[in-house]
């Protein structure tokens, strides 16, 4: 990314003492706090986190009261920051199954074991302005009842008990696991790598992308087979202890796309997969990249590539934010001798065009007489 400016000292320090001006606003107004941030912009916090690959709703909610709400450069704060961090080790898989869920649902199967929890969403709002917010209304207490969760199976072991959907991917558990945030990323790029692409990617981005899928620009014709959010535990094996140990919750949102059928000679037909995983309660996103994972996916299917979405190094390469942002951005940096250079050119390339242009009408005149 195109970071390193150079300018007038004075100038600079002046336009950061702006901005710090700009982003407090009216001071009659109550200064706006990082916990009410974190407290009530919670989307909007998890979505930082996601992109900014770093689990911290405090430092989230620091980055966007920082950037004026501003999602990218919240983002590009977090993920300098987590430059910072010393990294000890990797955390154990996680188990996703024994997540506590605050929402579930399945657009597969009605009754399906542990039940759908509808849980808190907007998909049954009418989507009107509440101006009771405006004047300071406080939001009822939901109603409290008794709950009896069951142990909730991933639905699309429902459909591989049966041999209804492709097998998971086998992976090697001694294998190395590709690290995005220490590696460049090379093409072709394995599934490991693209998840986690698609989990920092732009939301704007992927949802596009997955939008195109569904319109016809890739092959996925897909049901949610299931999204779960909820708290999940993270474990950690210290090598001198030797066994796992909690370090602590984190909030996830997880998706899984049914799409439809991939048989071949020696196998029936069988639906196919697409995942998404997203920090805290980013059920959009993971959607988007259940879809995209899919598309995404051709090369092992041996399918053609004919749309955006089944184009890896065209996703890949353009899905992270800050490195759109950068590219994009960086030409309002100086370039002025590069300009002086082409405006010489253009010059020229006039001149020569005016002498052939009179030298066309002279023969032009000389023909006519």
Known sequence: MYVAVKGGEAAIDNAHRLLDFERRGDISVPDLSVAQIREQMTLLVDRVMTEGSLYDPDLAALALKQARGDIIEAVFLVRAFRTTLPRFGYSEPLDTDAMQAIRRISAIYKDLPGGQVLGPTFDYTHRLIDFTLAAGGEAPAPREGTSE??????VTGLLDQEGLIECEPHVDENAPVGDLTRDPLNFPANRDLRLQALARGDE???????????RGFGRTHPFTGEIRVGDVEIEYVPEELGFAVPLGDVVLTECEMINQFKGSASAPPQFTRGYGLAFGRGERKAMAMALVDRALRTREFGEDVKAPAQDEEFVLAHCDNLQSTGFVEHLKLP??????????????????HAARQTEQDEEALEAAE
């Open 204 to 214: 704007g981005f992927i949802l596009a992308l997955g939008y195109s899928t569904q």
């Open 149 to 154: 969760l069951d142990a909730m199976p991933h």
């Open 335 to 352: 370039h002025y001798v590069d300009f002086q250079a082409e405006l010489g050119l253009v010059r020229k390339m006039r001149a020569e």
